[in-house]
């Protein structure tokens, strides 16, 4: 699979992965494909595709708007699988994680969701609102195997529960780097090895960082102690101050970033 390959090539080449995080359809469903071509070719190592959704609890306000502008442009979840057939077209390695809530997911349909998910080329999918111990409990979520599941652990997520998670992570786990919604805070660097260490105990699946990562010495110091960075509400914030050419502006902010943690 790609997610799990990509990882392999950088442990093997001692490298840190860098995951960018963009909403799909913002601006528009042809920009929001220049954009993720353009994090492709800057390094982005897995690009998280957000579906916009009209309650996204999880989010600050510069994803909520994000996700606000895709849905007045006509985004959907169906459109937000034809951008990625559009993206598979000229890029077949970059791995595609799909950053979503339960609610477009049930109203699609999970079986034909997944199957339509990894037959557009999508390799993984994060739920954000559904706890791993209520997904044992819809087995119509493992009947397809090819996306696999990437589980979120907090600073605040007990012990037992760290162990829980981190066993029945597939393809990477997503650790906040404090609790709250997205956006760019200050990251509180100090806590996440101790972080990142207890939740390596328990599995080999590789463990990024993600929520408040904005510049390149935030991103340096994060990449220090977790196998990956995950950058997202920075880089929406480019698409929104730049709406007319989001990708030059998504690429220029980045590409200092992936150059620090490499």
Do not use: W
Not at 56 to 76: E, F, S, Y
Not at 176 to 193: D, F, K, N
Not at 206 to 220: L, T
């Amino acid at each position: 699979m790609r997610l799990d390959d990509t990882f392999a090539s950088l442990k093997q080449q001692n490298k840190k992965a860098f995951i960018a995080y963009v909403a799909a359809g913002d601006p528009s469903f042809d920009l929001s494909l220049e954009i993720m071509h353009a994090l492709a070719d800057v390094g982005a190592d897995v690009i998280e595709l957000g579906l916009p959704f009209s309650d996204p609890l999880a989010d600050g306000i510069v994803n909520q708007m994000a996700a606000d502008r895709a849905l007045k442009g006509g985004m959907t979840t169906k459109r937000s699988l034809d951008l990625i057939r559009a993206f598979r077209e000229k890029n077949t390695e970059t791995p595609i994680v799909l950053f979503t809530y339960l609610n477009p997911i049930f109203t699609y349909g999970f079986s034909r969701f997944q199957t339509d998910a990894a037959e557009a080329g999508a390799d993984g999918v994060l739920l954000l609102d559904l706890p791993p111990d209520e997904a044992e409990l819809s087995a119509e979520l493992d009947e397809n195997k090819a996306l696999s599941h990437i589980r979120l652990i907090a600073p605040s997520t007990p012990p037992e529960r760290v162990k829980l998670l981190a066993e029945k992570a597939e393809g990477f786990i997503y650790a906040l780097s404090r609790s709250g919604v997205t956006g760019g805070h200050s990251a509180p660097a100090e806590t996440i090895p101790a972080q990142v260490a207890a939740i390596k105990q328990h599995t080999q699946v590789p463990v990024c960082v993600g929520f408040g990562i904005s510049n390149p010495e935030q991103a340096a110091l994060v990449a220090k102690s977790a196998d990956g960075i995950i950058v997202g509400s920075a880089i929406v914030k480019q698409v929104e101050t730049h709406l007319e050419n989001p990708a030059q502006a998504v690429s220029d902010f980045t590409k200092p970033l992936i150059d620090a943690i490499r």
